[in-house]
Nanobody, 123 residues
């Protein structure tokens, strides 16, 4: 199993980016799929998660209304559309997957992690 995150980069405040997480060896619809982020000197924090059905999503308050999680119909890629970016969104973003029902916000329960992609938002 491998998760490959991509799409990060440098963007000005107010701009947008779309992150991708390409999954191999697993089907995203059979896993809880989430995005986390880790800013320099801080702990990894939950951003958003999607249930296996794709019907339920859970967003951190800090990104509600600005970020959107989605997945493709081929069920191999997870996306994170990020709009109205702020300097405080600067972090390395990670995708994660769990085979089992878990508390989405808790990093301890995930089975697989991507390598991370850096997002830098300038003011």
């Amino acid at each position: 199993v491998q998760l490959q995150a991509s799409g990060g980069g440098l963007v000005q405040a107010g701009g947008s980016l779309r992150l991708s997480c390409a999954a191999s060896g697993l089907t995203v619809s059979s896993h809880i799929m989430s995005w986390f982020r880790q800013a320099p000197g801080k702990e990894r924090e939950f951003v958003v998660g999607m249930s296996r059905s794709g019907i339920s999503t859970d967003y951190a308050d800090s990104v509600k209304g600005r970020f959107t999680i989605s997945r493709d119909n081929a069920e191999t890629t997870l996306y994170l559309q990020m709009n109205s970016l702020k300097p405080e969104d600067t972090a390395v973003y990670y995708c994660a997957a769990s085979r089992r029902p878990i508390p989405m916000t808790d990093t301890r329960y995930y089975d697989y992690w991507g390598q991370g992609t850096l997002v830098t938002v300038s003011s």
